[in-house]
């Protein structure tokens, strides 16, 4: 069975840091794009920030500067370094990959972690 399995998340005061650790587990070939989007109350889900297999990453604009996304493909974990954090980045986090297993070729979630910043 393939899952992702998130941690890291909690609460902490603006401008402090969040490390978000995402593992994948199970019967897995490759993984290709992997990421975290977020969700918060009242609002749609957004892509936060991804990385391909290729160490290409992508993030959203509120967060440039201030989150980093990293990959350890032997452990088939992706990181998200939350530095300078704000009240706006309160959200539930959720890890996705784009995983090829062995039953198929899929986009996976994870349950989410909260991440809460006070002001």
């Known amino acids: 069975q393939v899952q992702l399995v998130e941690s890291g998340g909690g609460l902490v005061q603006a401008g402090g840091s969040l490390r978000l650790s995402c593992a994948a587990s199970?019967?897995?070939?490759?993984?290709?794009?992997i990421g975290w989007y977020r969700q918060s109350s009242g609002k749609q889900r957004e892509l936060v920030a991804r990385?391909?297999?290729?160490?290409?990453?992508n993030y959203v604009d509120s967060v440039k500067g201030r989150f980093t996304i990293s990959r350890d493909n032997a452990k088939n974990t992706v990181y998200l370094q939350m530095n300078s954090l704000k009240p706006e980045d309160t959200a539930v986090y959720f890890c996705?990959?784009?995983?090829?297993?062995?039953?198929?070729?899929?986009?996976?979630w994870g349950q989410g972690t909260q991440v809460t910043v006070s002001s």
């Open positions: 996705f990959a784009d995983m090829i297993t062995r039953d198929s070729y899929a986009e996976y």
């Open positions: 199970g019967s897995i070939f490759s993984i290709n794009n």
């Open positions: 990385i391909s297999s290729g160490g290409t990453t």
